[in-house]
T-cell receptor, first 113, second 120 residues
């Protein structure tokens, strides 16, 4: 039982490069989320999805795009990376909304130079 | 919009002692959930405890308990018999009961965290 798996665990990008972070969950959860964690800022929601084929913006969506083509996968894309996107990114999933807890992946540390 | 405030950036406690972490929140919702998550140095996010707003009884999980004051919008975490393994960042979080696909809506709002150090 893998839970929530994030790929890759670490990545270094140069400014302007693009990349995709993959989140996969094997719990048949409807809801999936992408957060970023910065020192002193807690976790801030980037985008989320309430089911296959749906996405919505969170608190800090600028510079990111997402897709949920399959229920088990939630992809986060950076089209043109900027140093301000240096952060730790967490994916999470839940069966429903507030009545079910979030299950988190182990995070991806991204550095943009 | 919901906000969550943790007023203690850092705290320390002696092993075996009790410590209370503070959390206040602001919302106009009546149905919601509150959580405490723990993040040890491994970076993993671990659910510590969960409280439904409609329940008056405070949630407990072994050494962890909360003091939920709905009118005051306060949700503190008490850790009893502190252990070295409790050393971590602790995040308070708020989630609305009903999630709708609404850009800008923030399903789960986190506070900025309290770094707890348990000292031997």
């Amino acid at each position: 039982n893998a839970g929530v798996t994030q790929t890759p665990k670490f990545r270094v990008l140069k400014t302007g490069q693009s990349m995709t972070l993959l989140c996969a969950q094997d719990m048949n959860h409807e809801y999936m989320y992408w957060y970023r964690q910065d020192p002193g800022m807690g976790l801030r929601l980037i985008h989320y999805s309430v089911g296959e084929g749906t996405t919505a913006k969170g608190e800090v969506p600028d510079g990111y795009n997402v897709s949920r083509l399959k229920k088990q996968n939630f992809l986060l894309g950076l089209e043109s990376a900027a140093p301000s996107q240096t952060s730790v990114y967490f994916c999470a999933s839940s069966y429903r909304g507030g009545e079910s807890p979030l299950h988190f992946g182990n995070g991806t540390r991204l550095t943009v130079t | 919009a919901q906000t969550v405030t943790q007023s203690q950036p850092e705290m320390s406690v002696q092993e075996a002692e009790t410590v209370t972490l503070s959390c206040t929140y602001d919302t106009s919702e009546n149905n919601y959930y509150l959580f405490w998550y723990k993040q040890p140095p491994s970076r993993q996010m671990i659910l510590v405890i969960r409280q439904e707003a409609y329940k008056q009884q405070n949630a407990t999980e072994n050494r962890f308990s909360v003091n939920f004051q709905k009118a005051a919008k306060s949700f503190s975490l008490k850790i009893s018999d502190s252990q070295l393994g409790d050393t971590a960042m602790y995040f308070c979080a708020f989630m609305k009961h009903d999630l709708v696909l609404d850009s800008g809506n923030t399903p789960l709002v986190f506070g900025k965290g309290t770094r707890l150090s348990v000292i031997a």
